[in-house]
């Protein structure tokens, strides 16, 4: 089967530019994650959904910073008035039913640039 | 909340060679551990993992260890090998089901 897939790959905006992100996670997988991983740096967590339910969004680092997941499949990180501290790469990850302890797959993630 | 450290953050070796990384958390309610691997350009994938229940796990060429009284644990690659090439992170989780990430550790074997 497919694993998580992460499109565009890379995204290049100017400052100010809005952008959205899309996340198609693991068939059957109802938790999904976004995360943030600046150069040289582990992971950062930004969102958590359940099926459709966002049930944390503690990492989002500013009101700018969006996401949604309407139909528990499909989610969308989107970021508005884009400046150049947002550059980094976005990593989805989703994991299977089974509880916390079952393991996240990663999608290959979305390269972001602001100039 | 958890914090995690990640030693070294690079690590050269001899193809052949064994490598070991070594992280310690802060949150004495972790109870799972998990290593990834992440190449250029891919996202990280899940190697090895361990539960506070157990000490040590092997898979082939990898082995995790886990010292819960000191909060650390740590991943060993034996018979290294080019393909190892890669940043390496550990993660911590406890009763948040949100892993902390280690900051990385940069492999690189030489053949």
């Known amino acids: 089967g497919a694993g998580v897939s992460q499109s565009p790959r890379y995204k290049v905006a100017k400052r100010g530019q809005d952008v959205a992100l899309r996340c198609d996670p693991i068939s059957g997988h109802v938790s999904l994650f976004w995360y943030q991983q600046a150069l040289g740096q582990g992971p950062e967590f930004l969102t958590y959904?359940?099926?459709?339910?966002?049930?944390?969004k503690s990492g989002l680092p500013s009101d700018r910073f969006f996401a949604e997941r309407p139909e528990g499949s499909v989610s969308t990180l989107k970021i508005q008035r884009t400046q150049q501290e947002d550059s980094a790469v976005y990593l989805c990850?989703?994991?299977?039913?089974?509880?916390?302890?079952?393991?996240?797959?990663f999608g290959d993630g979305t390269r972001l640039s602001i100039l | 909340g958890e914090n995690v450290e990640q030693h070294p953050s690079t690590l050269s070796v001899q193809e052949g060679d064994s490598a070991v990384i070594k992280c310690t958390y802060s949150?004495?309610?972790?109870?799972?551990f998990p290593w990834y691997k992440q190449e250029l350009g891919k996202g990280p994938q899940l190697i090895i993992d361990i539960r506070s229940n157990v000490g040590e796990k092997k898979d082939q060429r990898i082995a995790v260890t886990l010292n819960k009284t000191a909060k650390h644990f740590s991943l060993h690659i034996t018979e290294t090998q080019p393909e190892d090439s890669a940043v390496y992170f550990c993660?911590?989780?406890?009763?948040?089901?949100?892993?902390?990430f280690g900051r990385g550790t940069s492999l690189i074997v030489h053949p």
């Open positions: 949150d004495s309610a972790s109870n799972y």
């Open positions: 990850a989703s994991r299977g039913p089974g509880g916390d302890n079952q393991p996240q797959h």
């Open positions: 993660a911590a989780r406890g009763g948040s089901y949100i892993p902390t």
């Open positions: 959904f359940q099926n459709e339910a966002q049930l944390d």
